[in-house]
């Protein structure tokens, strides 16, 4: 098994729909659903802090409180996902196994394996 474009040798790698059958997905944890949007939340509220710090006089409370309830529940979602990174690993490698055809996104070179 190679994760990696026969053709360019390229690791943009796309899972394609095998005719009828559509191509299967990973489990995703639902630890990770939240970590990606709460980071990003995260960063934006942690800027506009620091925006606010160097133009005006300081963060308003709102702003604290709100980057430090983000800031926990972040740390939650990645202790959760954290746990669940074993299952995740093991599920994404049955997927690559699993799917047999695929194509490159440079390239756009498909073949199965
Ligand atoms: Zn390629």
Request: hydrophobic letters at 50%; one cysteine or more.
């Amino acid at each position: 098994m190679q994760y990696q474009c026969p053709k360019c040798q390229s690791r943009k790698i796309l899972p394609v729909a095998n005719g009828n059958t559509p191509a299967a997905r990973p489990v995703v944890p639902k630890s990770l659903v939240f970590l990606i949007p709460l980071l990003f939340i995260l960063l934006l509220l942690v800027v506009i802090s620091i925006v606010m710090w160097i133009f005006s006089n300081g963060a308003g409370q709102t702003l604290q409180i709100a980057t430090v309830v983000v800031f926990i529940a972040t740390v939650i979602a990645g202790v959760l996902f954290w746990r669940d990174l074993p299952d995740f690993k093991i599920s994404m490698q049955s997927f690559m196994q699993a799917n047999k055809n695929w194509k490159c996104r440079d390239c756009n070179h498909e073949w199965q394996i």
